[in-house]
């Protein structure tokens, strides 16, 4: 039944109303369903396909009806292989059975056809037709990525407008609290060398060389692929464009809603002033007091303290021993404890809270008035949008691109973000006055070049921390001495009488020591000395965790245009985004750096005490500090930066990026903090249309 001027959803649920109300009499031979949104942005023969298919195989079938899809309001004047888009269309679908039924069928066929035309075809083979027609959800601020350096911005953003603010990752929730730190949990705190294997399972390698060495051992009556076949097609999300001696195989991304900061150490030192820390203003006095400001703004969104460790005999005993170790290193450059974004928890001073996404935008995701949680199993358009000053995270939902075109004044600018529900390979289009790509250094670089926008330096000037690592027990005499060491004499004391078997003084709920060794002069890396868990440096069951500690000496890579990341247009990774794949040498000037660097680690090893065996002092696989670095930096050229000191893109209008990635220098000391600083100062430009 044709009904004229059936043009929109509201005029359709009247209709269907109208025949429920008058089922009990009459028999609703022709349901009228109105896909004008199918009309209005596709074309007539998708749509004719689309709607046949899935009416057929929707629709319920009474005794002795037939289904029958019929065109109105506009009609195929031109045939089936009509290419132009229609005026509103209007399927009918006769005798499809009792009124009762009509409604729900309307809504159920309506929703598989919506999903039929957005998974029709791969995104990529998408014309620009038919991204617009894709379903839409709309915000003030969208953010790709919810780790840490993401959600600082976030909360700026939040705290100082009021914008609504959608941030989407492809990892999904992990915690109660979206973002919280896995390492929160009571056992992990109790115990920290078991959550090794959590981080193990959280990180994905990044690019991975085609391992092309047989099996000896194999069965004989196996299926073998011949040699010369490996690395001809793709495997175990092998790179076969990845040459070894080029790659970071440490280099990871954690999918995961928070992110990194999901598993992450927590450590947040400032830079060194002149060795470290990049520019933003040419006036010193100016550089530093913008530095200052932004650095104190992040240490207290992310909670840094110096302190939360200091009462532990473990901690002061090494800080001791290293600042007898290094007597002549001049203030502020001593051995002092490390700072980290971290709180010991007020109903528990055993256990402490480390900082995350959950932490970072704290009463913004707990609070249900300011916030929601969208599971990747919800429909992703039943709130196509985001209330002001509210702010929503969608999980298990990747973007796939930025969709530019040209603005008004000349510049680029994103039309719209295209993003898929993973789970349900569903695909929908973000709408936003401001675009943040916030996926982590590597990623973030991903998404420009997939989006088309690739700037020179896009990719280039990568740094990363080269590692030397080792592990010891201390020394007898330090251990013994803190049994006749007055300071501790009263909790050595208690212990053993708790514990009359237990021969180490050290109490069973002692903390960990957590110091640091900051970066100066003629000593251009960073030095971490405590105890916490990694994806490396695994205990052997028989030593003592209290015994041992942790040493981290991080280098200094210069940021070079040669080293780099590349993003293939043939390739791609395990989301189907494009492969990135590692151009990276360190430079000879860096290498004699990176020698004495081991060289007074190991002389640091020998004044604390033995080798752990297992543990000897050896460089890292490249990558493996996770603290990449350049590929989408700030600066005032674009020939030589990505970003502008304000972290947009150059050329563009509201594309920006967060991130270690936008680094313009060469760091030693852990990243986060300056990356979460240049993030507080992109913020002000994020949110400056909403205030």
């Known amino acids: 039944r044709r009904v004229p001027g059936a043009t929109s959803d509201a005029h359709l649920r009247r209709e269907s109303r109208l025949g429920a109300a008058d089922a009990s009499a009459v028999e609703f031979r022709g349901l009228v369903l109105v896909f004008w949104t199918l009309a209005r942005r596709h074309s ?22 037939r289904t029958k899809a019929v065109v109105a309001g506009g009609g195929f004047a031109k045939g089936p292989a009509t290419r132009s888009r229609l005026a509103p269309l209007t399927i009918a679908t006769m005798n499809l059975g009792r009124a009762a039924q009509a409604h729900a069928v309307m809504a159920a066929t309506r929703r598989t056809l919506v999903r039929g035309i957005t998974s029709m075809k791969s995104f990529k083979r998408m014309s620009l037709s038919e991204l617009e027609a894709l379903p839409e959800v709309r915000t003030d601020i969208f953010i790709a990525g919810t780790g840490p350096v993401g959600a600082t911005l976030a909360r700026k953003v939040l705290e100082t407008t009021k914008a609504s603010v959608l941030m989407v990752d492809p990892g999904a929730q992990l915690s109660a609290v979206p973002g919280a730190h896995l390492k929160n949990s009571a056992y992990y705190q109790c115990n920290v060398d078991p959550f090794a294997s959590v981080i193990r399972g959280h990180m994905h390698p990044l690019s991975v060389s085609v391992d092309k060495a047989p099996t000896p051992t194999l069965g004989p009556g196996a299926f073998r692929v011949p040699q010369e076949s490996l690395g001809q097609y793709r495997r175990k999300n092998q790179n076969p464009d990845q040459k070894d001696h080029e790659n970071l195989p440490g280099a990871a991304a954690t999918y995961a809603i928070g992110g990194m900061a999901t598993h992450w150490t927590a450590s947040c030192p400032r830079p060194h002033p002149s060795i470290e820390r990049p520019p933003l203003m040419e006036n010193k006095d100016d550089n530093d007091k913008e530095w200052d400001k932004l650095f104190t703004e992040a240490e207290s969104i992310f909670g840094v303290t110096q302190d939360a460790f200091d009462t532990s005999i473990r901690h002061q005993t090494v800080k001791t021993l290293l600042n007898g170790i290094y007597p002549d290193l001049p203030e502020p450059y001593k051995p002092q404890s490390l700072p980290l974004a971290v709180k010991r928890r007020g109903d528990n001073k055993q256990f402490v809270e480390w900082a995350s996404t959950a932490t970072i ?21 039943a709130a196509p949008w985001v209330a002001p000053g509210k702010l929503t995270i969608r999980e298990q939902t990747i973007c796939r691109k930025f969709v530019m075109k040209e603005g008004k004044d000349g510049r680029m600018e994103v039309h719209f973000a295209v993003v898929e529900n993973l789970l349900h390979k569903k695909l929908f289009k973000v709408k936003a006055k401001q675009y943040v790509a916030a996926c982590g250094t590597v990623l973030s670089a991903q998404l420009l070049h997939a989006s088309g926008v690739r700037p020179p330096a896009l990719g280039h000037y990568l740094s990363e921390q080269p590692m030397a690592f080792c592990q010891i027990v ?27 078997n237990d021969v180490i003084p050290f109490p069973t709920d002692d903390y960990e020591p957590q110091c640091w060794i900051p970066v100066s002069e003629g000593r251009e890396w960073h030095c971490q000395v405590h105890r916490d868990a990694f994806a490396y440096g695994d205990l052997p069951p028989n030593v003592d965790p209290r015994l041992i500690v942790d040493l981290r000496w991080f280098g200094v890579v210069t940021q070079r245009k040669e080293n780099r990341v590349e993003f293939s247009d043939d390739v791609e990774d395990v989301f189907g985004m494009p492969q990135p ?37 050896q460089f890292m696989p490249p990558g493996l500090a996770l603290h990449i670095h350049g590929v989408t930096r700030i600066g005032t050229d674009p020939q030589t930066s990505v970003l502008d000191l304000d972290s947009k893109v150059h050329g563009t209008a509201n594309l920006f990026v967060a991130g270690l990635g936008t680094i313009p220098s060469n760091l030693a000391c852990n990243p986060t903090l300056t990356a979460a600083a240049i993030a507080i100062r992109a913020a002000e430009e994020v949110g400056k249309p909403f205030r």
């Open 361 to 381: 935008l704290n009463t913004w995701l707990t609070d249900s008035q300011a916030c929601t949680i969208t599971s990747a199993n919800e429909d992703v358009v």
């Open 44 to 65: 007539s023969r998708e749509a004719w396909r689309c709607c046949q298919r899935h009416v057929d195989q929707r629709a319920p079938r009474g005794e002795g009806s």
């Open 581 to 617: 794949t590692f151009k990276f040498e360190i430079e000879g000037c860096n290498r004699d750096v990176l020698q004495r660097m081991m060289q007074d680690m190991m002389h640091c090893a020998g004044k604390m005490g033995s080798i752990l065996p297992g543990s000897e002092p």
């Open 474 to 500: 201390l020394d007898d005499h330090v251990v013994r001495s803190v049994q006749d060491d007055p300071v501790h004499a009263d909790r050595v004391s208690a212990h053993q009488q708790d514990n009359p």
